[in-house]
């Protein structure tokens, strides 16, 4: 039986600098004298949506596992959320009870938006929910939510006025608790400006670039829109852009789901890339009767054939490398074969790593565990995105050949078809009747060439048509 993965940790450990809690304090107790009294504030957490890959920019919630007043414990799961890959179970590293969700089961938020809010007690669950309401009605809270400024300057400074109703969240004011994208405390350490004096404008008071730009003084550049503008018209036909089509009388629009969303956003970006393909024909007689060997012990096709592939990286690692920043090479030290799958609502890649170095029969059993995995959806962030190389193999359906397309963040990947009997003749002009089958690799060529690619599949061929190395 494979066992259930971990779920997600919202630890400082696992999360980027700028989600490095799962709960962050809306507001902390604090003494500061204001007007001659004394001002103790409630602690209210805002968990937030995590980030539970790179390629990650919203999560759906699939179901919350604490409900509005339960009480939860340092570790305790509160809500499956959807990523763009899997659900995952997230904890929470906090004591406190769940006093209001914000996103109901089945809604989106955007990465680092609040989808609940924790009270540390019971008396503190009523300013939660005051502070939802805020929140739903894109007022994010004021006053409250302060940390504690100069004693001189929070005496002199006058009552907030109260706020007015608006429809889009309202910026947070200078001084409030505001989280700053990364960006924008680059930008504010390079200028020397306080954040705590610069006004949000951003969704939830988010600083954003923009606003450390103006508390700078900076003019803001101009847009690319007024540029394009200017430009002359054939210019601007240059880029093409997506036209939204009308439906269909009659049919049905279906939004995609997160995985497909995602899947979408990497195929438009994989056509920024110089892509070339080369196809390659190789006789697989010798390979299907070691299939047929060693089949009985579980190995499958697509091992066998993820093993030759690693095994032919290992001499030729410009293949196993990627161009991450169109300057330079990133040479990967793991071959860690991604294989395209077909799940439910989706397309996935699960990762054999290391494959140079496992067996085939260790491989088959891993690979076994993260199909499983796969279509429950609860395959890690490493399982799915650690991929150098990717195979994707249709021959099991008939198909003779294809074209596969590049990922992101990779130098080349396999498309393997079908092996079906084919007229060959030797050397001698003799025919025979022989198994072949054709791969098609696609590749980067801003790092791998044609004379690279080609070497590459002469390996692959040669561990293909005399496969005995596969089981060493």
């Known amino acids: 039986m494979a066992t259930a993965p971990a779920p997600f940790s919202l630890s400082a450990t696992t999360l980027p600098a700028r989600l490095r809690a799962a709960a962050v304090p809306a507001g902390v107790r604090s003494r500061q004298?204001?007007?001659?009294?004394?001002?103790?504030?409630?602690k209210i957490r805002e968990i937030f949506m995590p980030a539970l890959s790179s390629t990650m920019t919203e999560g759906?919630?699939?179901?919350?596992?604490?409900?509005?007043?339960?009480?939860?414990?340092?570790?305790?799961?509160?809500?499956?959320?959807?990523?763009?890959?899997?659900?995952?179970?997230?904890?929470?590293?906090?004591?406190?009870?769940?006093?209001?969700?914000?996103?109901?089961?089945?809604e989106s938020a955007p990465v680092g938006a609040p989808i609940a809010l924790l009270a540390?007690?019971?008396?503190?669950?009523?300013?939660?929910?005051?502070?939802?309401?805020?929140?739903?009605?894109?007022?994010?809270?004021?006053?409250?939510?302060?940390?504690?400024?100069?004693?001189?300057?929070?005496?002199?400074?006058?009552?907030?006025?109260?706020?007015?109703?608006?429809?889009?969240?309202?910026?947070v004011a200078a001084g409030t608790k505001g989280i700053a994208s990364p960006q924008a405390k680059k930008l504010a350490k390079q200028h020397r400006v306080d954040l705590a004096k610069v006004t949000g404008t951003g969704p939830y008071g988010r600083i954003t670039p923009e606003d450390v730009e103006a508390a700078a003084g900076i003019q803001p550049k101009p847009k690319p829109a007024s540029v394009a503008a200017a430009s002359p018209p054939v210019a601007a036909a240059a880029v093409p852009q997506a036209a939204v089509l009308p439906p269909v009388p009659g049919s049905t629009v279906v939004p995609f789901t997160t995985m497909q969303a995602a899947v979408s956003k990497n195929m438009?970006?994989?056509?920024?890339?110089?892509?070339?393909?080369?196809?390659?024909?190789?006789?697989?007689?010798?390979?299907?009767?070691?299939?047929?060997?060693?089949?009985?012990?579980?190995?499958?096709?697509?091992?066998?054939?993820?093993?030759?592939?690693?095994?032919?990286?290992?001499?030729?690692?410009?293949?196993?490398?990627?161009?991450?920043?169109g300057k330079s090479f990133t040479y990967n030290s793991n071959i860690n074969i991604a294989v395209a799958v077909a799940i439910d609502g989706g397309?996935?890649?699960?990762?054999?790593?290391?494959a140079d170095k496992l067996d085939i029969y260790l491989l088959s059993q891993n690979w076994k565990d993260l199909v499983k995995k796969a279509r429950a959806k609860q395959l890690q962030p490493n399982e799915y995105s650690s991929g150098t190389f990717t195979l994707s193999n249709l021959g099991m359906f008939g198909v003779d050949r294809f074209d596969a397309i590049l990922p992101p963040g990779q130098g080349a990947i396999m498309a393997v078809g079908a092996s079906k009997p084919t007229v060959v003749a030797d050397k001698d002009g003799f025919f025979s009747v022989k198994s072949k089958m054709l791969v098609n690799v696609t590749a980067d060529h801003r790092i791998v060439y044609g004379a690279?690619?080609?070497?590459?599949?002469?390996?692959?061929?040669?561990i293909i048509e005399d496969p005995e190395s596969l089981t060493l």
């Open 60 to 106: 759906k919630i699939v179901s919350w596992s604490a409900a509005e007043g339960d009480r939860v414990a340092k570790g305790d799961a509160v809500v499956v959320v959807e990523s763009d890959k899997a659900d995952m179970d997230v904890e929470t590293f906090h004591d406190g009870i769940v006093a209001a969700v914000l996103v109901q089961a089945g």
């Open 347 to 354: 397309l996935i890649t699960p990762v054999l790593q290391d």
């Open 120 to 171: 540390e007690s019971e008396e503190e669950v009523p300013i939660a929910l005051a502070k939802a309401k805020e929140l739903s009605n894109g007022q994010p809270q004021q006053a409250a939510a302060a940390p504690a400024l100069a004693e001189d300057a929070a005496a002199a400074t006058p009552p907030p006025p109260p706020p007015t109703p608006a429809a889009a969240p309202a910026p």
């Open 268 to 325: 438009v970006e994989s056509l920024a890339v110089p892509a070339f393909r080369v196809g390659y024909p190789i006789v697989t007689d010798k390979l299907d009767e070691l299939y047929e060997k060693v089949k009985p012990k579980g190995v499958t096709m697509t091992v066998l054939l993820a093993k030759a592939a690693a095994m032919a990286l290992a001499q030729h690692p410009v293949v196993n490398a990627s161009c991450r920043d």
């Open 33 to 42: 004298p204001r007007r001659g009294r004394m001002v103790v504030r409630a």
């Open 452 to 462: 690279d690619l080609a070497a590459f599949l002469q390996t692959f061929t040669k």
